[in-house]
């Protein structure tokens, strides 16, 4: 049976839940990113949009389009409290990511992937074996 785990916004409006597998969870370290979260990193966790569920609520969209890539991000947000909860890439159009800091219980999250670690605060440590890449391209492997 697949794992199944749950989330929501800040104020508890808009809750959530995913079933099965991660296929791509990483930290980005992008200037937006920074901005959105307000912190020096995003955590972000891809699931097959079919395999994320809103039990309760409505979110809003803002939709950004990057100045480097040219690619757009759509953040889901709640219009009460302004939690990111999910977000959409272009790059990914059949993948929903997941906010990592919406889960109720992060932990079971496996991260391998940093990326546009170009931007990255001058403090970060990256674990070791960590997959590293400077932009969001990582090779092919």
Request: hydrophobic residues 30%; charged residues 25%; contains cysteine.
């Amino acid at each position: 049976m697949a794992e199944t785990h749950e989330g929501g916004c800040l104020c508890g409006a808009v809750r959530y839940r995913v079933t099965g597998d991660q296929y791509v969870a990483g930290i980005c370290h992008c200037t937006f990113c920074q901005r959105r979260t307000g912190s020096a990193l995003g955590i972000v966790v891809y699931f097959d949009e079919k395999d994320v569920e809103i039990l309760r609520g409505t979110l809003h969209t803002y939709e950004h389009r990057s100045d480097e890539s040219h690619r757009w991000l759509r953040l889901e947000f709640c219009p009460t409290c302004g939690t990111t909860v999910t977000l959409r890439i272009e790059r990914r159009p059949s993948a929903r990511g997941i906010a990592g800091g919406t889960l109720d219980d992060p932990n079971w999250l496996t991260i391998k992937r940093h990326y546009w670690t170009r931007s990255a605060q001058h403090w970060m440590v990256y674990p070791p074996g960590a997959e590293i890449s400077a932009t969001d391209q990582f090779p092919k492997g």
